[in-house]
């Protein structure tokens, strides 16, 4: 028969599906080849239950999780949202995932009627179709979608680090260092914002490209995100690094969600340009590796980091420290105006 449908969640409706709806969606979700830290947080439908509804309450960016259903039963689902303040240029990120990869034709044609429904010229100066390893690229082709982005996934275990290696590090590298200091940050001091804000700038134009990062991080806006986030059970840990005249000149930084600590998410690391190749990164990522696992223990299943093919350093301090390759994530830039019909 192949009849397909949706059933679109959103911030009005998210309370309104029954809980046999949440336990068909969980079902069929934790069947699909996701990336970690997307499927294995939620052990039961009423955490995914709980999750989504607490989830469309707080981040007024996100506009819809729709289900995607063959002949009524669950076959995927679509993730589309707004990212005015991410990395990244101000764009509608859409995902797809499914344990099927067929009926791609069927399928471009329903995502096609959702971006249409929420894409904003206004808000949103591009639209990007990321798909993990490349499991949908027939669906992106579909709609015409350009090839942009793609980055390196890899993951580390706290029991699979490196440990011995770290902890020789934690003694060599302040000696080889005298004149670098380490700090530890949850939230970025407002005497601080500035000189982040221009690092992390910094960082962002020196990665390979193609990306579709920003080279410029807003401290206004750096300073609104850091309040919202005060109180609230996301939070990053950052180890910041200060030369002897106290300039900031380097940065590594995890994301972790308090209630589901399970995959915290490395992100931004490494230092000015002549305080490269002296071990400062590898020092940093292994003080915040001790930090954040002896906080929360048991609790960390992995942390996840990507990073572009290109970036040879970051790769290969990542590898030292234990981390292992996952896969990675691809982004195609679309157009609604080449959309099917």
Known sequence: MNKFSMKEITKR?????????????????????????????????????NYMQDTFKKDKNLHTITAVLKDDEFYGYFYIASTPNSSRKNHLEVFYNSAFYDHDKEISLLISKLIKKYFDKKRDEIILFKTFNDNFREIAKR??????????????????????????????????????????????PQKLIKEYCSLFTLLMEDMPKPHYFNTFIDPKKMAEREKDQKGTDQVSYRILAFNERNKLIGMTNIFIHKKFPQYPYQYMTGTLPEYRHKGIAKW??????????????????????????????????????GFKYEGCEVYYELDVNKFPG
């Open 284 to 321: 940093m990522k292994t003080e915040n590796f001790f930090k954040i696992t002896a906080d929360f223990k048991s609790k960390i299943t992995a942390i996840v980091t990507e990073t572009s093919p290109n970036n040879y350093g970051s790769k290969r301090t990542s590898k030292l420290l």
């Open 143 to 188: 709609l015409k979608g350009k090839l942009g982005e793609y980055t390196i996934r890899m993951n580390l275990p706290p029991k699979e680090a490196n440990k011995n290696e770290m902890k020789k590090w934690m003694r060599e590298l302040p000696e080889k260092n005298p004149d670098i200091k380490l700090k530890f940050y949850t939230t970025i």
């Open 13 to 49: 409706n998210v309370k309104k599906y029954s809980d046999d709806f949440w336990k068909k969606f969980f079902d069929m979700r934790i069947q699909v080849n996701e990336r970690a830290g997307s499927k294995t947080p939620f052990n039961t439908w009423e955490q995914w239950k």
